[in-house]
């Protein structure tokens, strides 16, 4: 395991290493000195992707690499375009170049603006320097670092299978697209069908589903800044987004695992078996 201190781990394969790099950049729960807010504790840590770490934790014994933010994405959000700001969150005069809002308008941009629920999280607008201390702190690094896992594999073996990891609530939250609906155990994204092949991520929903869960594509959720950055099926990087219902491995008031949690860490083995056995045949070939 390599430690980069407070920004995150990178735990390296103990099998035979195979082109596989799953990364965790919403688990992170080392909360910066100076992150504060009005709302309370609960409200912040409830958008944590709690025990994602814990579910893909295997990755290495199937040969594969994993890299684990350890900021808490509320703090600074990996998964997001670095300008994708909402201007309301701060002093835009300041900004040297336009600000590109997308998901920001909701409160879910690079620095949020609102909880989970809607509750405003900032207590005041942000200074640029203020957002290019955490950027070059914590987001830059970590994006650095999944490049370099990433580069390094395709280049090694001519194709790479990354997989973003996450988890969502049972039920679209108000900030979301799909507010009050119910949601499946497992959602698959490629930003439609952008950053990976028709092939991959039917394959790794039919694994899902054979193990008696159901699984989505693309809907509620499509992906993110990550799976966009570094997706490229033409040139060899088949890049998807995991998300696990949380209901179905955590208690959403008490944060504990719950009895499911084996079984959807049993699930994510499967999809972690068969990438990598998938890929010691492609190798092989």
Request: hydrophobic letters at 35%; aromatic letters at 10%.
């Amino acid at each position: 395991m390599f430690v980069k201190p407070g920004v995150f781990y990178r735990y390296d394969p103990t099998d035979f290493p195979v082109p596989l790099v799953v990364d965790v950049s919403r688990s992170g729960r080392e909360y910066p000195i100076d992150m504060r807010s009005p709302v309370p504790f609960t409200a912040i840590h409830d958008n944590v992707s709690v025990y994602v770490e814990d579910i893909w934790a295997d990755t290495p014994r199937f040969g594969g690499t994993m890299l684990y933010a350890l900021f808490p994405h509320m703090y600074i959000d990996a998964n997001r375009h670095e300008l994708d700001i909402d201007p309301d969150l701060v002093v835009a005069s300041e900004w040297p170049v336009p600000l590109q809002p997308t998901v920001s308008k909701r409160g879910l941009g690079l620095l949020k603006s609102k909880s989970r629920y809607g509750e405003p999280v900032q207590e005041k607008k942000f200074a640029f320097a203020e957002v290019e201390e955490r950027m070059n702190l914590y987001y830059r690094p970590y994006h650095e670092e999944l490049k370099s896992l990433i580069d390094r594999a395709k280049s090694g073996y001519g194709f790479v299978y990354h997989l973003s990891c996450h988890c969502m609530s049972a039920v679209g939250a108000p900030t979301h697209p799909d507010a009050g609906k119910q949601r499946p155990d497992f959602c698959l994204g490629d930003i439609n069908g952008t950053t990976a092949t028709k092939a991959f991520i039917e394959s790794v929903a039919d694994t899902i589903r054979r193990q008696g869960f159901t699984c989505s594509v693309n809907d509620p959720y499509t992906g993110g800044e990550i799976n966009r950055r570094y997706g490229n099926p033409a040139g060899g990087v088949e890049s998807i987004m995991v998300e696990i219902n949380k209901k179905r491995f955590m208690n959403v008031d008490t944060f504990r695992k719950n009895d499911g949690f084996d079984s959807i860490k049993a699930a994510a083995n499967a999809v972690l078996k068969a990438l990598a056995e998938g890929a010691r045949k492609r190798i092989k070939a």
